[in-house]
DNA sequence: TCTAGCATGTAAACAGTTACATGATTGC
DNA sequence: GCAATCATGTAACTGTTTACATGCTAGA
């Protein structure tokens, strides 16, 4: 269960809320590790039971802000060094494709013409998300930028992909 | 859900059984769409609820073999024309990159050059069983190999990445 | 005869999504 | 006063995984 480590990360150094941590799932780990507001909340006190994460300040508005223990940071270690990330993947753009011979030719071009053009807009915007970014050289700018050009050769890839596809398929 | 229509995609020109499908989830859909046994039988007795597909031949050891139905297939193609593939993603590879500092350089250097193996690895079996497979220009292997080819480039992708990733990482 | 593989089904647990529900505070 | 945003929580549902449970059949 990567949540529960996503959010341990996200307390390294920066005490946060729960609506914060929201708030960075919906920025920076949106393409990464998606997460909802529900379950924000619920993992959090999970975390809070076992020890991990404790609750440091009470704020307005019932706000609980969240600070990592010890416990906490030791369990985040030990899943980066001791844990195989899990690489079962699911991909609904690449399972339609071994079932685009149901379609006509040009109905399975259009679909791959859709995914070109859908992976050159994510492309060019992270291409503006990484000019607009004034990276410095601390942890965090090493490791985001590292990431955001994980997304930038991912979307060209899978670009360039797509449109070598689309030129594979003939007309019958 | 993409399951119910991976089953139908199955299951367009040969009938097959759950246990057929289920070798064809461990083999052709194992690194697109996973799934487990459980998952395809409950699944193929709500789709033939449905009438999407229909149990035609029934054969030794209780062993069901289902036919796609015109509506079934209907619904194949209303799905790759007329919805969005789902692209939410969720990447624990990726995730762990945010967190690598809170390690040392040197144990975040080993973490990209496991995930550079890996992809490695994983971009030679794909590159062999392109050349083991006997690919003629039917619809199956027209879209197969299109497939195969997302795979290929996906993991000199990540290879590339996770090399050039490791360089990018100093002493602090 | 016995083993491997064929064949299906169900239950419980876990992970993730959607929707509902409520209320406080800040700034205009 | 009102709207936007801060802030949390819960319930119901869907999808996925793991484990249990059972039995048949073909071939060595």
Tied chains: 1, 2.
Excluded at 23 to 38: E, G, H, I, R, Y
Excluded at 129 to 148: H, M, P, Q, T
Aim: glycine fraction near 6%.
């Amino acid at each position: 269960m990567s949540l529960r480590h996503a959010l341990l990360g996200l307390l390294v150094d920066h005490p946060a809320s729960g609506y914060d941590l929201l708030k960075a799932f919906d920025t920076s780990l949106a393409n990464v590790w998606p997460a909802t507001q529900s379950q924000i909340y619920g993992e959090l006190t999970k975390l809070a039971d076992n020890g991990l994460i404790v609750v440091s300040e009470q704020g307005p508005r019932g706000r609980k802000e969240y600070t990592l223990t010890d416990t906490g940071l030791a369990e985040l270690r030990r899943w980066l060094t001791q844990t195989e990330p899990q690489r079962t993947t699911r991909s609904d753009v690449l399972l339609r494709v071994f079932f685009l011979g149901v379609l006509t030719p040009q109905q399975a071009r259009d679909y791959l013409a859709g995914q070109a053009a859908h992976a050159a807009e994510l492309h060019a915007n992270l291409k503006a998300l990484d000019a607009a970014i004034d990276w410095d050289d601390d942890n965090l700018s090493v490791y985001g930028r590292i990431a955001l050009e994980y997304g930038q050769r991912f979307a060209a890839m899978q670009q360039e992909w797509a449109e070598w596809a689309r030129t594979q398929v003939r007309n019958a």
